[in-house]
Nanobody, 128 residues
Framework: QVQLVESGGGLLQAGSSLRLSCVAS????????VGWFRRAPGKEREFVAA?????????NYAEHVKGRFTISRDGAENTWYLEMNRLRPEDTAVYYC????????????????????WGQGTQVTVSS
C-alpha cells in the first residue's frame, strides 16, 4: 500500500509562485507515473501535469499550465513537486497528486482512471 500526502497549498495573490509537495510512503516502484490534478469549485477534476519515470523522467503538461508549472522529483525522498509560477485566479482549486505503479502511456495520463493511489489534496487559492 502507498500513502500520498500533499502539502504546500495556501492563499496568495495573482502573479505569485508556490510549490506543492507530494510525499509517498509505503512501497516504492522502479517505474511509475505521478500526476497532479486539480478540482475547482463546481468543476470536474482536470489534469495538470505528469511525470513518468523508468530510469529517466518524461513530463507532460496541460496546455493551460505550460510554461508556468513544472513537475519534478526528488527520488531519494520519494517526493514530487509542482512548482507553480505566475499564478492566476483561475488556478484556484484543490490540487491532488496521484501515483500509478507503472509508466502510463501518454493517452492515459489525463483522465485519472489509471492511477492507483491518490492523496487527500491541498487547497490553492489565488486572489486577483
Amino acid at each position: 500500500q502507498v500513502q500520498l500526502v500533499e502539502s504546500g497549498g495556501g492563499l496568495l495573490q495573482a502573479g505569485s509562485s508556490l510549490r506543492l509537495s507530494c510525499v509517498a510512503s509505503g512501497r516504492t516502484f522502479s517505474s511509475y507515473t505521478v500526476g497532479w490534478f486539480r478540482r475547482a469549485p463546481g468543476k470536474e477534476r482536470e489534469f495538470v501535469a505528469a511525470l513518468r519515470w523508468i530510469g529517466y523522467s518524461s513530463t507532460n503538461y496541460a496546455e493551460h499550465v505550460k510554461g508556468r508549472f513544472t513537475i519534478s522529483r526528488d527520488g531519494a525522498e520519494n517526493t514530487w513537486y509542482l512548482e507553480m509560477n505566475r499564478l492566476r485566479p483561475e488556478d484556484t482549486a484543490v490540487y491532488y497528486c496521484a501515483l500509478a505503479n507503472r509508466r502510463l502511456i501518454v493517452s492515459t495520463l489525463w483522465d485519472g482512471e489509471d492511477y492507483d493511489y491518490w492523496g487527500q489534496g491541498t487547497q490553492v487559492t489565488v486572489s486577483s
